[in-house]
C-alpha cells in the first residue's frame, strides 16, 4: 500500500525518484502550476520551451517525461497537463496520471498547486488512487510494483494526508473486491471478508445465511442464488455517531457473478461479470471510510450478495417469487436479477426507519447505452435527493446525470399472474424501467435515491487520470459525500 505525506520541501532539492509537476495550457506554451514556479531558474529558463518542444502544451490529460541532467535531485521530470482553468478534479487526475506513469519507482513527490487544504487533498487522493495496483495473481513479475511513498509538496497538515489516505484505501478495497476472479469471491466469501474489514473499522457485521434467508422471506435472494451452489448471503453493517441526527442506509447490488442464469448470456457480454458486486462493494467502502472519518451520520449498509448461475436449481422465467415487502414478482428474465436481490434489500433497509435511502448497482445495460461508459443515471423519488446525490458525485469527481423515473412505464411492468413483472416486453428506457420496478419497493414517506452505474464500475479500456484497467471503486466517495452532506442538512 502507498503512503502519502506532506512536506513543504523545495521541489528543487527533494530526495525522490521522480518529480511530478503541473502545468497549465497557456496561450503560448505549457504554463508552470502553483507549486511549479520554484523550477523555472533551475532549468535556466528552460524547462517550458524544453517541454513546447516535446509536444507537451500543457492541456488536461496530457503527460511528459524528461531527464533532469542533474539540474534538480530528482532524476526524473514528468511534467503533467492541467488544462487552461484546473478544478480539483483535473488537479486528483493530473496527480492519478504522474504517479501511475513512474510504477516501479520507489518514491515520487508531487509539485501541483496544494496550497489550500482541498487542493492538498486533491493532489494526495490523485496520487494514491493512481497508485493503485492489482497483481496479486501476477507470477511473471511483468508487473511494475506501486510507488511506495508519496511525497505532496504543501504547507497543509498531516490531517490532509489522512483523509486522502481513507478515502483511497476504502476505494482500494472495492477495486481489489471486484478484480477478484469469482473462484475466489462468492457470496459466503464476500460476507466473510466484509466481517472482517467491516470489524477493523468499528463497524457491526450481521450477515444472514441462506436458511435464515428463506426463513425471514427474503425470495428475492433466495430465488437469484439457487441456480448456484455457492448460496447467497444478505450482510447488514452499521455504524453510528453520539452526535448524529440523520440515518442513512446504503443498498448494494453484489451478484459475485453474473451469467444471466438461464436467460443466459452470450459470452461476449459475461466475461466481465465479476464486477457486478461493485455496488457492493461500494456500500462496503463507504460504510469503512465514513466511519473510519467518524463522520456524524448513523449508517447502515447491506449488500444482497448472490451468484447468478444456471443449473437444475436454478429459478425459471416465469417463476413467481415472494419478496421481502410481501409483494410478488413473475421472473421474465433471469438475467434481471439485481432488481430482485435489490428489492428484499430496499425493503429490509427501510425498516430501519433511514432518513434517506441510496441504492447502488450495476443495473442495466441500458445504462451504458444512454449515458456511456463513465456517467452514472440517477434517478430518486424526490427531487433533492436526487440533486443531493449527483451534486455529491460532481464534488468527487464521479460522473452522474440525474434522469427520470416517468409514470407511464410502470404498466410495461404489468404481469399476468403477479404483482409485478421484473422486466418490461420492450427495450426503450430500460434503464428506467429498472428505476421504477425498484421504487415499488419504496415504502410511501421514505426519500430514496438510485445509482445505476453499470458502465462506470468497472474499465474495460485503458487507464486514464487516476482510474486503473478494471474495477475502478466507482461511487465509494460519492457515497462518503453523501453522508457528508446528508450530515449537515
Ligand atoms: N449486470 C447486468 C447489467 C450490466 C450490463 C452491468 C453491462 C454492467 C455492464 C444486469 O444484471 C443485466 O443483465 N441487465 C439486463 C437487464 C435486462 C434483462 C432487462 C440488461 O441490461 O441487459
Ligand atoms: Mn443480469
Ligand atoms: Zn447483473
Not at 458502465?455 to 487516476?466: D, F, L
Amino acid at each position: 500500500m502507498t503512503t502519502v505525506r506532506l512536506n513543504s520541501a523545495d521541489p528543487v532539492s527533494i530526495d525522490t525518484d521522480a518529480l511530478i509537476v503541473g502545468f497549465r495550457s497557456g496561450q503560448d506554451g505549457p504554463v508552470p502550476a502553483v507549486g511549479a514556479q520554484a523550477l523555472g531558474s533551475a532549468f535556466g529558463g528552460k524547462l517550458a520551451a524544453s517541454l513546447d518542444a516535446v509536444g507537451f502544451t500543457g492541456k488536461a490529460g496530457e503527460l511528459a517525461k524528461l531527464p533532469t541532467f542533474g539540474s534538480i535531485t530528482a532524476p526524473l521530470l514528468v511534467a503533467v497537463g492541467l488544462g487552461d482553468s484546473p478544478d480539483l478534479e483535473a488537479l486528483r487526475r493530473a496527480a492519478g496520471a504522474g504517479v501511475r506513469s513512474v510504477a516501479g519507482q520507489s518514491k515520487a513527490a508531487l509539485a501541483l498547486p496544494a496550497d489550500t487544504a482541498e487542493e492538498a487533498e486533491a493532489v494526495a487522493l490523485g496520487g494514491l488512487l493512481g497508485a493503485y495496483t492489482f497483481s496479486r495473481y501476477r507470477t511473471d513479475g511483468d508487473q511494475k510494483a506501486p510507488v511506495a511513498e508519496l511525497t505532496v509538496l504543501s504547507g497543509q497538515g498531516e490531517a490532509v494526508a489522512e483523509r486522502a489516505s481513507v478515502l483511497a484505501e476504502s476505494v482500494a478495497l472495492v477495486r481489489d473486491l471486484v478484480n477478484t476472479p469469482p473462484s475466489d469471491l462468492w457470496p459466503a466469501r464476500f460476507a466473510e471478508l466484509a466481517e472482517q474489514e467491516g470489524g477493523k473499522a468499528g463497524l457491526t457485521v450481521e450477515v444472514l445465511d441462506e436458511r435464515q434467508l428463506k426463513e425471514d422471506g427474503y425470495g428475492g435472494l433466495i430465488g437469484v442464488g439457487q441456480g448456484s451452489s455457492n448460496p447467497p448471503r444478505l450482510v447488514r453493517l452499521s455504524y453510528s455517531h453520539p452526535e448524529a441526527s440523520k440515518t442513512l442506509a446504503f443498498v448494494g447490488k453484489g451478484i459475485t457473478f453474473d451469467s444471466g442464469g438461464l436467460s443466459l448470456k452470450p459470452s461476449a457480454s459475461m466475461d466481465w461479470m465479476k464486477s457486478d458486486m461493485g455496488g457492493a462493494g461500494a456500500v462496503l467502502g463507504a460504510l469503512i471510510g465514513i466511519a473510519r472519518l467518524g463522520l456524524p451520520v448513523n449508517a447502515i449498509g447491506y449488500l444482497c450478495l448472490a451468484e447468478n448461475l444456471p443449473s437444475g436449481t436454478a429459478q425459471r422465467p416465469s417463476d413467481v417469487i415472494h419478496s421481502y415487502s410481501g409483494k410478488t414478482v413473475e421472473v421474465l428474465d433471469t438475467d434481471a436479477e439485481g432488481r430482485l436481490v435489490l428489492m428484499d434489500g430496499i425493503a429490509r433497509a427501510a425498516e430501519d426507519r433511514p432518513d434517506l435511502i441510496v441504492d447502488v448497482a450495476t443495473l442495466t445495460g441500458a445504462q451504458i447505452v444512454s449515458l456511456g461508459w463513465r456517467t452514472a443515471g440517477v434517478m430518486a423519488n424526490d427531487d433533492a435527493v436526487r440533486e443531493l446525490v449527483v451534486e455529491a458525485a460532481g464534488a468527487a469527481g464521479e460522473g452522474a446525470w440525474g434522469m427520470p423515473l416517468p409514470e407511464e412505464l410502470r404498466k410495461g411492468l404489468d404481469s399476468a399472474v403477479a404483482d409485478i413483472a421484473n422486466l418490461q416486453p420492450e427495450r426503450w428506457g430500460s434503464m428506467l424501467a429498472a428505476g421504477i420496478f425498484l421504487k415499488e419497493f419504496v415504502p410511501d414517506g421514505v426519500r430514496w435515491a438510485h445509482i445505476d452505474m453499470a458502465g462506470p464500475a468497472y474499465n474495460k479500456g485503458e487507464p486514464y487520470g487516476y482510474i486503473p484497467k478494471g474495477g475502478t471503486g466507482a461511487f465509494t466517495r460519492t457515497l462518503i459525500g453523501v453522508a457528508e452532506r446528508h450530515a449537515s442538512i
